[in-house]
């Protein structure tokens, strides 16, 4: 008869070890209470801590706020009357142009090709959804607030600008795509984009086949 006896002793065992466990947690609110008693400010409360007697510190100067360009027309917002604007709101300056390219290279050229074509370096390493042509029927056929709200807040996972790009530049962008949508040449820098973006849709189309069968 040794055998209940062992599993007696290992279930006394047990319950005493559950017992321990179900204590410890039984400690737990008392900690969280500790923390929500202890001393705090309310953020708009007066204080005498800083100079001017707020208890929040004002941003430095030049901050700029990433939520307050939403509401401020067709110019910060890219809409006009609930659409996407129509028009850039902003006049296309040769100046402007060169602005546009260049923010164009630096922020959108690495993933959407020197030529807008789709076929970045990028691109052909990134499996879909790949940054697409943005020189296709259907891009051309969009409002140019499309791609300042596109440029701001990101698409999928395309990352917003917002924080790299000024308003201005956002539109300079726009603009300077547009501009490559209309162009009917292929300079020197876009061409590996080019064939490379012809490339990769040739992959994508017989992937989709595939799939499909
Ligand atoms: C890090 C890579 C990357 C960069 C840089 C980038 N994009 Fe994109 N973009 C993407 C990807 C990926 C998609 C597709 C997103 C999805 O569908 O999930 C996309 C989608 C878009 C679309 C939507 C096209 C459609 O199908 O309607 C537009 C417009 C666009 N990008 C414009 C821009 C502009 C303008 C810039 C520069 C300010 C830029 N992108 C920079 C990766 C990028």
């Not at 050229?109 to 259907?138: K, T």
């Not at 539109?171 to 209309?182: H, K, N």
Request: aromatic share 6%; proline share 8%.
């Amino acid at each position: 008869m040794r055998r209940p006896c062992v599993i007696t002793a290992a279930i006394f065992a047990l319950a005493l070890f559950v017992g321990a466990c179900s204590k410890s947690s039984e400690r737990e609110p008392g900690d969280f209470e500790r923390m929500r008693i202890q001393q705090r400010d309310e953020p708009y409360a007066p204080g005498e801590l800083f100079a001017n007697n707020e208890r929040l510190r004002q941003p430095p100067a030049g901050t700029v706020s990433r939520e307050s360009e939403s509401d401020t027309g067709a110019i910060g917002s890219g809409m006009q009357a609930g659409r996407m604007t129509a028009v850039v709101p902003l006049s296309i300056t040769p100046e402007r142009l060169a602005l546009g390219q260049r923010k164009y290279t630096v922020f959108c050229a690495v993933c959407h090709g020197a030529g807008g074509f789709g076929g970045s370096i990028v691109a052909v390493n990134m499996g879909a959804p790949r940054p697409p042509s943005l020189r296709s029927a259907a891009m051309a056929a969009k409002a140019p607030g499309y791609f300042f709200v596109i440029a701001t807040h990101g698409i999928g996972r395309m990352p917003g600008y917002a924080p790299q790009l000024t308003v201005e530049e956002r539109w300079a962008v726009v603009a300077y795509i547009e501009q490559l949508q209309r162009s009917t040449t292929t300079p020197p820098e876009a061409r590996a984009d080019s064939l490379r973006a012809l490339g990769i849709r040739r992959i994508d189309s017989v992937l989709a086949s595939e799939q499909r069968r």
